[in-house]
């Protein structure tokens, strides 16, 4: 009874089993990212409304007109895009498998920055194609124009982009988006680009590469009301770009789940809706989180790299991470992420641990409390 050869490789992502050590010991989970308060209560009202009004039967496949109309108004509002299409889906998580999935053939090769996010690499696996990592490298994590040029071979098919970057929490600037930007139009790539870190940015700002020239046309762009939002577990994600590559996103969404999340659906479109200022305000909270983490790290006597977006921060840890992980737990009541599980050239990140600041401040700082003990 043994499982399908491509899921060789594959064991229980990192998430998962830092979340279960953190469950079992009672430690505080700095690990997992996600927030420990709820996101806007105007959200909460909306879902509430929409599961009272009778918005509980399936939706539509591509997604309920009003969400689909808020993603389009947010695209057009934040950043000047004009999506000629957009998919609603199961979270970022279906976005990015369905759009794999629906544009590699076997034999393909998807360019991706390393450090990525661990769905990646199994849904570039399940599509029959080879990932060709980009390193980004700390404690800078800029992306160079010889690993780029690298990394593109004969049978490169798409860049698999994320900005703001889970784990590092860099943020692309221009100059890194345009040497991505023009090594896809040399070589004719389709981009996929994950943005559901879009509205937490702290320095700099976010640039959707879609909107360099020549992009729109071949980039499909995901997010999803988790992270900008604080709802990890509505699932409720989008995809919008040329018509083409929705459709074929579309074509496989419609065989692993068709639709679901209907009153979720609506109320995130009052997410999107939001006024600036609330969301502008989700961030600033985020900054305040950040700086006291670093702070906290520092007294520790770790090395914190800080982080321009998403809410993550990695550290040096002076030690190796996988072993200061392992035990963190134990010594100090904390957990956290070995930076270089998100690695496939793990010696690039071997002392560095991620650490999540999505929590309360008073979670984050009895566990800089716990963690001075270390020192
Ligand atoms: N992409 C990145 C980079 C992430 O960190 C995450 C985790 N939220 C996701 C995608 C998944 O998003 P969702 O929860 O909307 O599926
Ligand atoms: N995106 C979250 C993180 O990086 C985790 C999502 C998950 O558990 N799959 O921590």
Not at 258 to 283: D, I, S, Y
Request: hydrophobic share 45%; aromatic share 6%; charged share 20%.
């Amino acid at each position: 009874m043994s499982p399908a050869a491509r899921l060789a490789g594959l064991g229980t992502t990192i998430f998962t089993e830092m979340t279960a050590l953190a469950e079992r010991s009672g430690a505080i989970n700095l690990g997992q990212g996600f927030p420990d308060t709820d996101g806007p209560a105007a959200v909460i009202e909306a879902a509430v409304a929409a599961l009272r009004g009778g918005e509980n039967q399936y939706a539509p496949l591509p997604g309920v007109p009003a969400l689909r109309e808020a993603v389009l108004e947010h695209q057009r509002g934040w950043y000047g895009l004009e999506p000629e299409d957009v998919l609603i889906t199961f979270g970022a998580t279906e976005a990015i498998a369905a759009a794999l999935l629906g544009l590699c053939d076997a034999g393909d090769e998807v360019v991706v920055l390393e450090p990525y996010y661990d769905s990646y690499a199994a849904c570039i696996a399940f599509a029959g194609a080879a990932r060709r990592p980009v390193t980004l490298r700390p404690p800078a994590f800029e992306v160079s124009a010889e690993a780029l040029r690298a990394a593109i071979g004969p049978r490169a098919r798409l860049m698999l982009l994320n900005s703001p970057h889970n784990p590092t929490g860099r943020v692309l600037s221009r100059p890194e988006l345009e040497l991505i930007a023009s090594a896809c139009v040399e070589h004719d790539l389709l981009c996929v680009t994950d943005e559901v870190y879009e509205h937490l940015v702290y320095d700099g700002e976010h640039i959707p590469i879609a909107t360099l020239p020549g992009m729109a046309s071949r980039t499909l762009t995901i997010s999803s009301v988790g992270k900008s939002f604080s709802f990890t577990g509505w699932k409720i994600g989008w995809c919008s770009g040329p018509a083409e590559l929705v459709a074929a996103t579309r074509m496989v969404k419609q065989h692993l789940t068709f639709a679901g999340g209907t009153p979720l659906q609506h109320a995130a479109a009052a997410a999107l809706r939001l006024p600036r200022e609330e969301v502008t305000a989700l961030a600033g909270d985020l900054r305040a989180k950040r700086d006291q983490l670093c702070e906290g790290l520092r007294a520790a006597g770790l090395r914190p790299i800080v982080p321009a977006g998403t809410y993550f921060v990695n550290a040096e840890v002076g030690e190796d991470a996988m072993a200061f992980c392992a035990g963190l737990a134990e010594r100090c009541g904390v957990v956290a992420i070995p930076t270089s599980v998100f690695y496939d050239d793990k010696a690039a990140a071997r002392t560095l641990v991620r650490f999540a600041f999505c929590k309360r401040p008073e979670v984050i700082a009895e566990a800089a409390r716990r963690l001075a003990a270390l020192g």
